[in-house]
């Protein structure tokens, strides 16, 4: 069984920064793309940033140049740093993997629990 666990959320003033994390475990012969989403309330989830692999990173227009996307490949981690935070980017945030499995080479696309970021004063 294999599953994301997210962490590094929390409450952040408005122009503040935070590092989340999310980490995949179980029987994991590789992780191909990884990224974060998000959902504020009554919207729809939204995708804030991707990476292969590889290094090739993809950022939604509203967090380029601010928020950067990672990740480490010998932990099975992926990690966003956020700086700049705004109230209007509160939201829980969800890990995602592309991820082929062990001993069945089989492809899933995996999500975390989520994680809650508020921006508040």
């Known amino acids: 069984q294999v599953q994301l666990v997210e962490s590094g959320g929390g409450l952040v003033q408005p122009g503040g920064s935070l590092r989340l994390s999310c980490t995949a475990s179980?029987?994991?012969?590789?992780?191909?793309?990884m990224g974060w989403y998000r959902q504020a309330p009554g919207k729809e989830r939204e995708v804030v940033a991707t990476?292969?692999?590889?290094?090739?990173?993809n950022y939604a227009d509203s967090v380029m140049g601010r928020f950067t996307i990672s990740r480490d490949n010998a932990k099975n981690t992926v990690f966003l740093r956020m700086n700049s935070l705004k109230a209007e980017e509160t939201a829980v945030y969800y890990c995602?993997?592309?991820?082929?499995?062990?001993?069945?080479?089989?492809?899933?696309?995996?999500w975390g629990q989520g994680t809650q970021v508020t921006v508040s004063s």
């Open positions: 179980g029987s994991i012969f590789r992780i191909n793309a």
């Open positions: 990476i292969t692999d590889g290094t090739t990173t």
């Open positions: 995602n993997a592309h991820i082929t499995t062990l001993p069945v080479r089989m492809d899933f696309e995996l």
